[in-house]
């Protein structure tokens, strides 16, 4: 999938564009339209088969591309700033979608700047800058390497500094863990409760799990 999606997008139809990809194969009319409706549907597009793409938001024809990639049964899918552009339904698409697609056996590459998408979604991590690879392992190794991170100049995820600066001795991404060691009180600054208030603003997952931490 193309960062911009119009760079992909040639045909007049959604449908024909999911389609296009399918032509050259053996598979029968009836399955190739098994397959269309089932990318369709995995991407939340099937509403907008008979639509023109360029009737469509940037967000949504991001969908159609991903949908073609799907329909084509590829092994390896390769999705370029797939969140750029999204809103908060479109990033739970794409999370849920990626759990699909994992469980299918495929292989997701995710190309992207999005590094709370990425903690909160992926457990490979490879950081590159200037065509050089400059870290690959687990995530939560490689977020918690403020040398690595500010070479990319890439932020770290808000669950990484927000672990930071608690003190807390494990490096782990999984909110719920971050959550019940600040509520066992290991931290109780105004530092922090300025922070969490701003994580609550923009809706990051730490808030609730805060709230609902025993």
């Known amino acids: 999938m193309f960062q911009n999606p119009d760079d992909q997008i040639f045909n007049s139809t959604v449908y024909k564009e999911i389609e296009y990809g399918l032509k050259k194969s053996k598979l029968s009319v009836e399955e190739r339209e098994r397959w269309i409706q089932d990318a369709a549907e995995l991407t939340g597009i099937e509403q907008y088969l008979e639509s023109n793409p360029y009737d469509l938001p940037l967000s949504t024809r991001k969908f159609v591309t991903i949908a073609s990639a799907i329909a084509s049964d590829c092994d390896i899918i390769v999705l370029d700033e797939p969140t750029a552009g ?46 050089k690879i400059l870290a690959d392992g687990k995530a939560e190794d490689v977020f918690f390497r403020q040398d690595i991170m ?22 782990t991404l999984d909110v719920r863990k971050v959550a019940e060691y600040i509520k066992a009180g290991s931290s109780s600054s105004s530092w922090l409760s300025v922070r969490i208030s701003h994580f609550c603003i923009i809706k990051h997952p730490i808030c609730d799990a805060v709230d609902s931490a025993v």
Request: glycine fraction near 6%.
């Open 150 to 171: 500010g070479q990319a100049m890439l932020k770290q995820p808000a669950i990484v500094t927000i672990a930071t600066e608690i003190g807390m001795p494990e490096h």
């Open 86 to 131: 999204q809103d908060l339904q479109g990033l739970e698409r794409l999370a849920q979608l990626n759990k699909v697609l994992h469980s299918r056996g495929k292989t997701i590459l995710t190309i992207t700047h999005d590094m709370e998408f990425v903690a909160a979604h992926y457990e490979r991590v490879i950081v590159m800058c200037d065509k």
